[in-house]
Nanobody, 122 residues
Framework: QLQASGGGLVQAGGSLRLSCAAS????????AGWFRQAPGKEREFVAA????????GYADSVNGRFTISRENAKDTVSLQMNILKPEDTAVYYC?????????????????WGQGTQVTVSS
């Protein structure tokens, strides 16, 4: 089971840090990813990281502003979000994949967290 936290309300240009923790399994043996879903839109890829942390990938819309990282000793994956924009407003989901690297397709992920709301005001 995955638990995402750290969402909230922030003004445009601000920052938030999301965290994802796993219970019942070793998160360090899974690749991880973050996805988001805004009202009326489909779930979209945000960022991904390999199980070792050596490979990362980002959606074009967040590249340069968001950073995904992991601390395997603590079994957590984080998403640092800087220079937030109103269009970043969404429910953010963390996910785990049995693959070495999950990539940008949600079908490559096996486990999902419940989501955390991020709201960016203009």
């Amino acid at each position: 089971q995955l638990q995402a936290s750290g969402g909230g309300l922030v003004q445009a240009g601000g920052s938030l840090r999301l965290s994802c923790a796993a219970s019942g399994r070793r998160f360090s043996t899974y690749a991880a990813g973050w996805f988001r879903q805004a009202p009326g839109k489909e779930r979209e890829f945000v960022a991904a990281i390999s199980w070792s942390g050596s490979r990362t990938g980002y959606a074009d819309s967040v590249n340069g502003r968001f950073t995904i990282s992991r601390e395997n000793a603590k079994d957590t994956v984080s998403l640092q979000m800087n220079i937030l924009k109103p269009e970043d407003t969404a429910v953010y989901y963390c996910a785990a994949s049995r693959r070495i690297y999950g990539g940008s397709y949600h079908t490559e992920y096996d486990y999902w967290g419940q989501g955390t709301q991020v709201t960016v005001s203009s």
